[in-house]
């Protein structure tokens, strides 16, 4: 829990940068939203540098008023995660917002071999982002294209990872830590390891834990900020359920 206390409203229009902890199947937005609506009737601008899927959980930094004007910076920042990968089969978002389908038989794999892998993917790589993905080309984002069941065009994107480390294997379920750049996206990072070995992998659990020098550890939850926001407004709190309906 974070222990950032704020003592006015005024402090969220001069500039404020809220470390938020996104709840599972909540998009970024569901998140931005949320906090935006608990200003009303003010209206101050409210942002988020650098989405989460909505099946990944972690840390979201939100930024207000003036510090808005920052986002594109902590955007940039170095990203630390922590994950699970399923070995033994594919999907074609990559995670489990679409079922399994290529199945692989995992017995022969051993640990030593899982582990090995790693190397491929340290340093400067390159990978394609998954066809469901936020990105936009042409004005309109590849997931409303591959929805339709439209082709479409992936291009290459350079990106670093600084450490990957296996820290559980049993599979067919591997857990791991990665420290990565800007623009990194660990569905395809997951699924192109699961190509290394000659098999198939997607991932099954993602948490953003560090963005630059922020930390998981240092975040709020949505209610605990919303009800900051409200008290200080001078409206009465709001529970769980009125959160939870996003």
Same mark, same amino acid.
Not at 20 to 33: A, I, L, R
Not at 215 to 243: C, F
């Given at each position: &829990? $974070?222990?950032?206390?704020? /003592?006015?409203?005024? %402090?969220?229009?001069?500039?404020?940068?809220?470390?938020?902890?996104?709840?599972?199947?909540?998009? $970024?937005?569901?998140? #931005?939203?949320?906090?935006?609506?608990?200003?009303?009737?003010?209206?101050?601008k409210?942002?988020?540098?650098? +989405?989460?899927?909505?099946?990944?959980?972690?840390l979201?930094?939100?930024?207000?008023?003036? &510090?808005?004007?920052?986002?594109?910076?902590?955007?940039? =920042?170095?990203?630390?995660?922590?994950?699970? &990968?399923?070995?033994?089969?594919? /999907?074609?978002?990559?995670?489990l917002? @679409?079922?399994?389908?290529?199945?692989? *038989?995992?017995?022969?794999?051993?640990?030593?071999?899982?582990?090995? /892998?790693?190397?491929?993917?340290?340093?400067?790589?390159?990978?394609?982002?998954?066809?469901? $993905?936020?990105?936009?080309?042409?004005?309109?984002?590849?997931?409303?294209?591959?929805?339709?069941?439209?082709?479409?065009?992936?291009?290459?994107?350079? #990106? /670093?990872?600084?450490?990957?480390?296996? +820290?559980?294997?049993?599979?067919?379920? #591997? %857990?791991?830590?990665? #420290?990565? $750049?800007?623009?990194?996206?660990?569905?395809?990072?997951?699924? %192109?390891?699961?190509?290394?070995?000659?098999?198939?992998?997607?991932?099954?659990r993602l948490?953003?834990?560090? @963005?630059?020098?922020y930390?998981? *550890?240092?975040?709020?939850?949505?209610?605990?900020?919303?009800?900051?926001?409200? =008290?200080?407004?001078?409206?009465?709190?709001?529970? %769980?359920?009125?959160?939870?309906?996003?």
């Open positions: &829990m $974070s222990t950032t206390t704020f /003592t006015n409203i005024q %402090d969220f229009a001069d500039g404020q940068l809220l470390l938020v902890n996104k709840p599972y199947k909540w998009t $970024s937005f569901d998140v #931005v939203g949320k906090i935006r609506n608990a200003f009303k009737p003010l209206k101050l409210v942002g988020h540098a650098g +989405t989460l899927d909505p099946l990944a959980t972690g979201l930094i939100i930024c207000t008023g003036k &510090m808005t004007k920052q986002i594109d910076t902590f955007q940039a =920042e170095e990203k630390e995660y922590t994950g699970t &990968m399923v070995l033994g089969a594919t /999907t074609p978002t990559y995670d917002e @679409s079922e399994p389908e290529q199945k692989f *038989e995992t017995s022969h794999l051993t640990e030593d071999q899982i582990k090995a /892998t790693c190397a491929q993917f340290t340093g400067d790589i390159q990978q394609y982002p998954p066809a469901h $993905s936020a990105i936009k080309i042409d004005g309109e984002r590849l997931y409303e294209k591959a929805r339709r069941g439209e082709e479409v065009e992936l291009r290459l994107r350079n #990106v /670093t990872i600084t450490e990957l480390e296996l +820290t559980r294997i049993e599979l067919p379920e #591997v %857990d791991f830590r990665v #420290v990565c $750049s800007k623009g990194t996206y660990i569905r395809s990072l997951v699924n %192109d390891f699961g190509a290394a070995l000659n098999n198939g992998a997607y991932l099954s948490r953003r834990t560090r @963005s630059g020098n930390r998981i *550890e240092d975040a709020h939850e949505v209610l605990e900020l919303v009800n900051t926001i409200r =008290e200080l407004k001078g409206a009465g709190p709001v529970n %769980d359920a009125s959160v939870a309906g996003h």
